[in-house]
């Protein structure tokens, strides 16, 4: 069977539980991803259902409320459970929340959590002597509270195979596209990506700080001819002239228009497109790994391994065994500490 044909898993079911409180985004990740129906990607896709505690409405941010008739019994009965946020990190969470979700993971279900989310599964005792992650904002509350959960303050998201937790909550989508990329293969997670036009793969090792500025549009029209060119060429050496002569500039107004506009320089830049070049060829190709690294201009195997697992944390043939693993391996060692 190709890699991105994986079977879905058995319970294609998947739980949201609404709070009171909670913002229309959180939720909306999990309904975009799993909600939203995609017959186009020929896959058996979830049947989503979105939970409350109790049988009323639920207040959110903004003025809102939103009505469900899906109680915790449906929450617990879901093969994906998922936890995106509570009301307030500092109190207890709901007794009955904490009983649901210790139902659904002695059941088997795989539980998640996005951003404070890991509170409640963390009160259900689901994440102790496990490495978990929130949003690193609630990370020290969440280790004063819980001292048994090993608390990872950096990270995107830890796959702990029955139980992932993520940290803010566009690191929740990243998560959820891992989901979708352990069940049904990388091709189906990277046409999903496309859709929602994020990133088709954040590892879940990448830090919730970016050293860098944060890149911003590009409003030269000389800078984005030079990088749209640079990523048409990337399998060939690029030098930082190469792009200023593409632009029309010399290289020292290059370098300068180019942080202005991007926010990082050109070489990191082109560091950032080689590698993210490379993340096809090693999902769905079994080309050799100087191969790729040449593919994609790296000068050396080595200096490809070197940056990716800079940006990656992982090495490439790691990454790619995470492709040519069955699914629940594949989740697993996506969370081993690196």
């Known amino acids: 069977m190709p890699p991105d044909r994986i079977p879905a898993t058995p319970d294609r079911r998947v739980s949201v539980l609404a709070y009171p409180g909670m913002s229309a985004f959180e939720l909306g990740i999990v309904t975009e991803v799993f909600g939203l129906p995609r017959p186009e990607l020929g896959v058996d896709w979830y049947d989503l259902a979105i939970c409350a505690e109790r049988p009323e409405p639920v207040p959110m941010l ?44 002695e059941r088997g279900a795989r539980i998640v959590s996005i951003c404070s989310g890991a ?13 978990a992650a929130t949003h690193w904002r609630y990370a020290a509350e969440l280790r004063r509270r819980f001292p048994a959960v090993r608390v990872d303050p950096d990270v995107l998201y830890v796959d702990d195979g029955d139980v992932l937790t993520s940290a803010g909550s566009a690191a929740g989508l990243d998560l959820c596209v891992h ?41 030269d029209d000389r800078i984005t001819r030079s990088m749209e060119w640079a990523r048409a060429h990337l399998d060939r050496p690029l030098t930082v002239a190469d792009l200023a002569r593409r632009a029309h500039m010399s290289t020292r107004s290059y370098l300068r228009h180019f942080a202005r506009c991007s926010g990082t320089s050109p070489i990191r830049w082109l560091i950032g497109q080689r590698i993210q070049a490379s993340l096809p060829l090693l999902e769905t190709t079994d080309a050799p790994i100087d191969r790729v690294a040449a593919a994609t201009g790296f000068e050396s195997p080595v200096t490809f391994r070197h940056h990716f697992v ?15 693993s069955a699914p629940a391996d594949a989740g697993r060692d996506h969370a081993t500490p690196r």
Do not use: C, W
């Open 119 to 131: 509170f409640a599964l963390a009160a259900a005792g689901l994440l102790d002597g496990r490495r």
């Open 310 to 324: 800079r940006a990656m944390r992982v090495s490439p043939s790691a990454y790619r065994r995470t492709f040519r």
């Open 179 to 219: 989901l979708i990329r352990t069940d049904h293969g990388p091709s189906v997670a990277n046409a999903v990506a496309r859709r929602l036009v994020i990133p088709p793969h954040r590892d879940g090792g990448q830090k919730q700080f970016i050293e860098a500025p944060v890149t911003r549009e590009v409003d």
């Open 62 to 105: 903004g003025g809102a409320t939103l009505a469900t008739g899906n109680g915790l019994a449906e929450f617990a009965a879901a093969g994906t459970v998922i936890v995106p946020g509570v009301p307030d990190v500092r109190a207890e969470t709901s007794g009955a929340v904490v009983a649901a979700l210790r139902r659904a993971h």
